[in-house]
């Protein structure tokens, strides 16, 4: 298998993964060890679901990302639908996130992985106005109960909610120019549809995108 390595500033190879964690702040090096001591005594099943939500988590958890919504097929990697689930909790205890389906079909998962705090200053900086008059969503929300609204609407009409972007971490001057309520151009795409100024969307997914390559890289020289 080929191996992925991350390197330092002076662009020196590094393949030693306890290496690699000079690249973590000391909060993150700490969850590191722990969660790797979890995972040494674990199934091979189960260390495989949580290294790949660790990778594709990496954004919340190292770029400051509000929240991720983690699609995992059902009977992956030879896990039924509730043990998967069990493994997505004990892999949010580790690393402090919250949790919660949000829709469930014959094929897969949709996981919101996700921290409060961060959600929750999300709702609090995006316009009321849009929030309760256009999108008709009750006052005085937190991350809890806007991922459970988001979820029955989910549910109800079974297509995701693009306002699920706000919890996702995309700028909000895109959620509203993709749902058509601000009137800004299309300028571009990044993973996700660009309005008005490009240039703090690129930045925004660059820093995502990074975080979840270190984490890949991590895990491959593991």
């Known amino acids: 298998?080929?191996?992925?390595?991350?390197?330092?500033?002076?662009?020196?190879?590094?393949?030693?993964?306890?290496?690699?964690?000079?690249?973590?702040?000391?909060?993150?090096?700490?969850?590191l060890e722990k969660w790797e001591r979890k995972l040494s005594h674990?199934?091979?099943?189960?260390?495989?679901?949580?290294?790949?939500?660790?990778v594709h988590a990496a954004g919340v958890l190292f770029a400051k990302k509000p929240g991720e919504l983690i699609i995992m097929?059902?009977?992956?990697?030879?896990l039924n639908s509730p043990k998967c689930q069990k493994i997505t909790e004990?892999?949010?205890?580790?690393?402090?996130?919250?949790?919660?389906?949000l829709y469930e079909n014959g094929h897969s998962l949709k996981i919101m992985l996700y921290r409060a705090d961060a959600v929750d200053h999300r709702i609090a900086t995006a316009s009321k106005k849009i929030m309760h008059c256009v999108l008709k969503y009750p006052f005085n929300l937190d991350s809890s109960a806007f991922l459970e609204e988001v979820a029955i609407r989910w549910n109800t009409s079974g297509s995701i909610p693009h306002e699920i972007g706000i919890a996702l971490g995309y700028p909000l001057k895109d959620v509203w120019g993709f749902m058509g309520i601000s009137a800004d151009s299309c300028s571009g795409s990044c993973g996700?549809?660009?309005?008005?100024?490009?240039?703090?969307?690129?930045?925004?997914?660059?820093?995502?995108?990074?975080?979840?390559?270190?984490?890949?890289?991590?895990?491959?020289?593991?």
């Open 1 to 31: 298998m080929k191996r992925h390595f991350v390197y330092n500033r002076n662009n020196r190879q590094i393949n030693n993964p306890k290496t690699m964690t000079n690249f973590f702040s000391k909060t993150d090096q700490v969850k």
């Open 42 to 54: 674990a199934l091979e099943a189960r260390t495989l679901l949580e290294k790949w939500i660790f």
């Open 73 to 78: 097929k059902k009977d992956m990697f030879g």
């Open 90 to 101: 004990s892999f949010c205890r580790s690393w402090n996130l919250e949790h919660l389906l």
């Open 192 to 222: 996700w549809k660009i309005f008005g100024d490009p240039e703090p969307s690129m930045k925004r997914k660059h820093r995502y995108e990074k975080a979840r390559e270190l984490a890949s890289q991590y895990i491959h020289a593991a």
